[in-house]
């Protein structure tokens, strides 16, 4: 992980400063929608937007018509060519305005960005950013997903596995079946 020292320390000193989210219970529903409202965070590196585009099809597709389930998408401000414009009236973008001297978003951004509480934090980062966890460790969602790196063991209380050639696909269906989506 290449960030620099400031950032690792504002996100050590956010860290030690946020209670702890392990006491909320996780279970299995038998009904179809147990979450309302999910925030997408959607990735930072231009070459993972195709798989996320995807994934983004294959989510409102298994949302379907019906409008039960809110769901509002994060990205990057400089990311908009990459991002499909049928969610445009549901994205919050960023860019450096929002983000502090300590690599970090300004608490008027995450004031924007949690104008509703979500259910479930679903980051598709594939590598850890800085920006997204502190976006995560805000959310205080019970359901906090995001991939498998050291950093982000703190963040999310599921993390999904990158092994294997074709992980980012399964990565996605796994997300999917853990919103039960699918």
Known sequence: MD???KTRMALRWNLSRKK???NVGLALRKERY???NFLVLLPKKPEHSRMARIFIQSLQNAIGPEGRIQ???IAMRRNLEFIDSSINDRLITYSNEHINRWGL???SFLEIVFSSQPDAV???NLDFDPISATIVQQSNAPMRIGFYTEESEQYYNILIDRKGSDY???GFLNIQQLLGLV
């Open 71 to 73: 769901v509002r998408y």
């Open 20 to 22: 702890s989210n392990s």
């Open 122 to 124: 679903i980051d598709l």
């Open 105 to 107: 978003p300004y608490k």
């Open 34 to 36: 147990s979450f309302s």
């Open 168 to 170: 980012i696909e399964k």
């Open 3 to 5: 960030l620099p020292l």
